[in-house]
């Protein structure tokens, strides 16, 4: 998608007029660079059978050029629809129809045990102090309930024990429903051959508030340089550790902006995630330093909050079983936008490693430069 800081004047020129609205050819569709701070975006929620999700809307109508924000709602999301369609594959629209399909035969024919479940409400599902400091959203508040044991990792307590227990249960019946009926689901992703995508049976609404309401402010405030603040779309499900089940987990980065990660409980022994640095693609596979290295214990109950791209594992679970919830929160507008970056120093700790290297070295050069020229003045 080319992005421009405004539509030039000869595509102003070719356009056309419907309705006393500017309408643009589609050659001419342009986004910001830099969106909108002062914008007040429309929301599109009301709007059904959408080929993508209404927040993407909401969040890429702050990219649009200035000419369009005070435009009727009809035509921005006209305008945003075309630039989405023309730049997503026939591909990719078949595979997200498919599951759509695959998802609502679930849900046409899956009986819930805690409907309760499938509502997001907060007091039931997250502990007060959690709940309060969100409320409160400043960073103080934040970092209140939090400890950060390495840079950008954040670790709270979030979930109440009973909600945990419930989820337990309902994820036991979804796969007792789905062993009784032979019906063939899909794993949560390529790594792990046990859990669930709760999106898939129903609990997508109930975790994608509480991704808006409570995972990106907290975003907003730590994680703005990958899209804290856009988050608009999550991948929400379980996975199950244990001697039947995965052992462990290897080296990876997620495919998120933002990870959730909260363990829901059982017994258990070993499992610890370790965490060795933030990378972007170019250096996914570099060393690690020593101040980049984490290993962390799980606590029921207990979130750890991070950048899908900062790498990571799970220890293999030496003995008893243990259920982890994981949002992986997405942001389409820095990812469209992240195509265009060179390179990544404001969140990969080895683009920083090497911008500043390349500042020594200019420094190192300048300095040389200005002594050189000292010795010729004075010969």
């Not at 007029?17 to 660079?33: F, K």
């Not at 024919?109 to 400091?133: C, D, G, I």
């Not at 370790?274 to 693609?281: A, H, L, P």
Request: with cysteine; proline share 4%.
């Amino acid at each position: 998608m080319a992005l421009e800081a405004s539509i030039d004047r000869r595509n102003h020129a070719q356009s056309a007029t419907t309705n006393g609205a500017v309408v643009l050819p589609p050659a001419s569709y342009r986004l910001r660079l830099n969106p909108s701070s002062e914008h007040k975006p429309d929301s599109y929620d009301d709007l059904h059978q959408l080929e993508f999700t209404p927040l993407l809307f909401s969040s890429l109508e702050r990219y649009l050029p200035p000419t369009m924000l005070s435009m009727s709602r009809d035509v921005k999301f006209q305008y945003m629809r075309d630039i989405l369609m023309k730049y997503s594959r026939d591909g990719e629209r078949t595979r997200v129809q498919r599951h759509k399909e695959y998802r609502q035969r679930i849900i046409s024919n899956y009986q819930p045990l805690h409907r309760e479940l499938f509502t997001m409400h907060a007091p039931s599902v997250l502990v007060p102090s959690f709940v309060k400091a969100v409320r409160d959203n400043t960073e103080a508040s934040f970092r209140s309930i939090m400890a950060e044991p390495i840079p950008g990792i954040y670790t709270f307590e979030m979930l109440q024990p009973r909600f945990c227990e419930m989820l337990l249960s309902e994820v036991e019946n979804f796969e007792r429903w789905v062993h009784d009926t032979r019906f063939r689901i899909m794993r949560p992703n390529t790594m792990n051959k046990f859990g669930a995508v709760l999106d898939d049976f129903g609990l997508e609404a109930m975790l994608d508030k509480l991704m808006n309401d409570f995972i990106r402010p907290i975003s907003k405030v730590f994680f703005p340089e990958v899209g804290g603040s856009t988050l608009d779309s999550h991948h929400g499900f379980v996975v199950e550790y244990g001697m039947d089940r995965d052992v462990e987990l290897g080296f990876h980065v997620d495919d998120s902006e933002v990870t959730l990660n909260v363990c829901l409980g059982r017994e258990f022994s070993g499992g610890e995630l370790f965490f060795r640095g933030v990378r972007c693609d170019k250096h996914v596979n570099t060393e690690t330093q020593s101040e980049e290295i984490l290993d962390y214990s799980h606590v029921p109950g207990y979130a750890v909050l991070h950048r899908g791209r900062h790498r990571h594992g799970a220890r293999a679970t030496t003995s008893g079983s243990r259920v982890n919830l994981l949002v992986w929160c997405r942001s389409s507008v820095f990812r469209e936008l992240k195509k265009y970056q060179k390179e990544c120093s404001s969140w990969c700790a080895e683009c920083q490693r090497e911008k500043k290297e390349r500042q020594c070295i200019s420094i190192a050069a300048t300095k040389q430069e200005l002594l050189k020229r000292i010795g010729n003045t004075s010969s």
